[in-house]
């Protein structure tokens, strides 16, 4: 495993099971790398699968948003965190997924100077209050969601990503995890 991807010496399983090694070696031939939140998790493979039978379902499953929607809920979740380790490789796959570097710096700085159209706006303003105060959800921001064109399972997926990331970017902070150094020349 690489030196300082995170403050805790939990060395990876070795030699990794067979399905694993699988889906790093396919992590390096499509990303160039295997993004570190993985080999953070492969000291544990079953907390390393769940980890990515969760990430796969919400961010590469059917959904009604599309993957770079997906990505820009991570990225705003992840500013109002201040978790380094998302903003990087998230705000890379924002960049990459709408071809604008731009638009990836503005997700990460402050969505709202970002000039998205009013369905994006909508879904990330409902992300936000959800990451800064979950208990203050009430029917009202559903029913913004619903006019700016968001299905009722739109809705649980857009929590169920903010919740994911909400989890994540704890996990990152508590453990110091670096984001690869890959991310930061992407999608310029």
Not at 123 to 147: G, N, V
Request: aromatic share 8%; hydrophobic share 45%; net charge negative.
């Amino acid at each position: 495993m690489p030196k300082n991807i995170m403050a805790l010496d939990l060395p990876q399983v070795e030699p990794l099971p067979e399905s694993t090694q699988k889906y790093f070696d396919i992590c390096q031939e499509k990303l160039g790398m295997v993004p570190n939140v993985l080999r953070s998790y492969a000291f544990d493979i079953d907390k390393l699968n769940a980890f990515t039978a969760m990430y796969n379902d919400l961010m590469l499953g059917d959904s009604g948003l599309s993957k770079l929607e997906r990505e820009m809920i991570a990225v705003v979740v992840s500013s109002v965190n201040k978790c380094w380790y998302c903003l990087v490789a998230h705000g890379a796959a924002v960049r990459q997924l709408s071809g604008d570097p731009k638009l990836g710096e503005a997700m990460v700085m402050n969505f709202r100077a970002a000039g998205l159209d009013a369905r994006q706006h909508a879904m990330l303003t409902f992300a936000e209050k959800l990451t800064e105060a979950p208990a203050k959800i009430e029917e009202a921001d559903r029913a913004a969601l619903r006019d700016a064109g968001f299905s009722d399972r739109d809705i649980f997926d857009i929590a169920s990503v903010a919740g994911f990331y909400n989890m994540s970017n704890r996990v990152a902070a508590a453990t110091d995890m670096q984001p690869n150094d890959e991310y930061h020349g992407q999608a310029r």
